[in-house]
Nanobody, 127 residues
């Protein structure tokens, strides 16, 4: 069974950068569409960035466009989220998730389509 583990979160000042990593184990990530989601207390999980199984398609929520970059290295079973120009409103727990059975190049936006989730990593943006 595929397992995902996030890392790279922490405390950073506004304007700073962090790179989150998501490592897959128990199977290859090659055939999974991956998403990064953010959750703050009292709210559901919000999709932040998505990448198709082959890496050829990416998509971002408007609030992070131009600041965040999602990428993947299937050979290493890793997915990354480079976060730049961080703002206090980026604070939250970040989860990576994998959706299987998705055609190549297709972006999956609905959290309900993601069968596998990591436990999350906390990102706090504060001065």
């Amino acid at each position: 069974q595929l397992q995902l583990v996030e890392s790279g979160g922490g405390l950073v000042q506004p304007g700073g950068s962090l790179r989150l990593s998501c490592e897959g184990s128990g199977g290859t990530l090659d055939y999974y569409s991956i998403g990064w989601f953010r959750q703050v207390p009292g709210s559901g999980r919000e999709g932040i960035a998505y990448i198709s199984s082959g890496g050829g398609s990416t998509e971002y929520v408007d609030s992070v466009k131009g600041r965040f970059i999602i990428s993947r290295d299937n050979a290493k079973r890793m997915v990354y989220l480079q976060m730049n120009s961080l703002k206090p409103e980026d604070t939250g727990v970040y989860y990576c998730a994998a959706a299987g059975g998705i055609p190549l190049g297709i972006i999956v936006r609905s959290p309900n389509m993601y069968a596998y989730w990591g436990r999350g990593t906390q990102v706090t943006v504060s001065s």
